[in-house]
């Protein structure tokens, strides 16, 4: 095994209903926890995500509402999930921009505190494109010399992207193969919410990243126009950043 691990390591992938990451839901999920000595534990399922599943996304996946009628929600099955991955870092493709936003977005609408701020990611797809410039499919093609079979279902795409990133690391020395060297490649920047709202600047303060406040302190904003806060909370974001935003607050109210 070329990746050297400290701790085990999840690499995961997700079919949804759509690519909202605040509002869209799981349909199936499929984890390969990587262990330290390199044996695998493999767990798929299916998801009941208590909505429709628009025929767009059915087109891509192939999951009906008629497939998820009888399987479990993500609120049944969310607490043994969490001790699946407890200890664990993550590792996806194009995980930390989707998939992970949204998985942590199902864990709090279970109301199941799961403690993601200690992980690290190691996003396969951006050290990919840094590479490379290419798809998944291509990925697996270019790297492992193999066709993609099934693709866009769950499974087949989380193994096929645990192997790209082992061939990765024999490929390109210099991104390293610790967990910690890997995350640090394979992350655009320091966010703080997952969705990429929140970011840290050099200064390790945290800014907006988007709309006529971005680049600012996050702090000195809701300082000033205490209003903005409320305008967030209320409006459509997800909860992660929610949290995000109303630990900020209270931590600045509690310095003065």
Not at 77 to 106: Q, T, W
Not at 114 to 128: A, E, G
Request: proline fraction near 3%; charged fraction near 30%; aromatic fraction near 10%.
């Amino acid at each position: 095994m070329n990746l050297q691990l400290k701790r085990p390591i999840v690499f995961f992938d997700l079919e949804t209903t759509g690519v909202d990451t605040s509002k869209d839901r799981i349909v199936e999920i499929s984890m390969v926890k990587i262990c330290v000595d390199g044996s695998k534990i493999v767990k798929t399922r299916r998801i009941n995500p208590e909505m429709h599943i628009p025929e767009a996304a059915t087109a891509v996946h192939g999951i009906t509402d008629e497939d998820v009628k009888e399987e479990p929600t993500f609120r049944q099955i969310a607490k043994s999930l969490a001790k699946f991955i407890e200890g664990c870092d993550f590792g996806g493709f194009n995980s930390n921009r989707f998939d992970l936003p949204v998985l942590v977005e199902e864990f709090l609408r279970a109301d199941v505190d799961v403690d993601f701020k200690n992980r690290r990611f190691v996003d396969v797809q951006n050290i990919f494109h840094k590479k490379e410039q290419r798809t998944l499919v291509a990925a697996y093609k270019f790297y492992c010399d193999k066709d993609l079979e099934n693709a866009h279902s769950a499974e087949a795409d989380t193994m096929a992207t645990y192997e790209v990133l082992e061939a990765q690391i024999q490929r390109y020395p210099d991104i390293g193969n610790t967990v910690e060297q890997l995350a640090e490649f394979s992350t655009h920047g320091e966010v703080v919410d997952f969705a990429g709202r929140i970011a840290l600047n050099e200064k390790g303060e945290e800014i907006f990243t988007f709309g006529k406040y971005k680049g600012m302190s996050v702090a000195e904003v809701f300082s000033k126009e205490p209003s903005y806060y409320s305008w967030m909370m209320n409006g459509d974001f997800p909860l992660y950043t929610k949290r995000v935003i109303t630990e900020i607050r209270l931590r600045e109210r509690n310095t003065k």
